[in-house]
């Protein structure tokens, strides 16, 4: 199960950082993933993370977000800077296991378990 939380109303050009809490076992052998969805929108892939560390980054968050995993507290967070209008969406998290050897999921469909979304809103 996951648990998306930390969103809220931000002024274009802050900062918001999302938790996602996961319980659950062998948490450590899924790869994870941020994912948003705004209104009118299909779902689309923020970043991922493998479990072996790896991680993907949309174009249009490139150096301006930055996913990161705790495998002991069972937790993958997202650090989002420079907030921009277009940016605002429902942000949920997800999770899908994985081998060491695989390639990172990147992909909205590869994605099993998925947590609810918390809404992230930017004002411009």
């Known amino acids: 199960q996951l648990q998306a939380s930390g969103g809220g109303l931000v002024q274009a050009g802050g900062s918001l950082r999302l938790s996602c809490a996961a319980s659950?076992?062998?948490?450590?052998?899924?790869?994870l993933g941020w994912f948003r969805q705004a209104p009118g929108k299909e779902r689309e892939v923020v970043a991922t993370?493998?479990?072996?560390?790896?991680?993907y980054y949309a174009d249009s968050v490139k150096g301006r977000f930055t996913i990161s995993r705790d495998n002991d507290k069972k937790m993958v967070y997202l650090q989002m800077n420079s907030l921009k209008p277009e940016d605002a969406a429902v942000y949920s998290c997800a999770a899908k296991a994985v081998i060491l050897s695989a390639t990172l999921p990147t992909q909205v469909d590869e994605y099993v378990y998925w947590g609810q979304g918390t809404q992230v809103t930017v004002s411009s």
């Open positions: 659950g076992h062998s948490f450590s052998r899924y790869a």
């Open positions: 993370i493998h479990r072996a560390g790896g991680t």
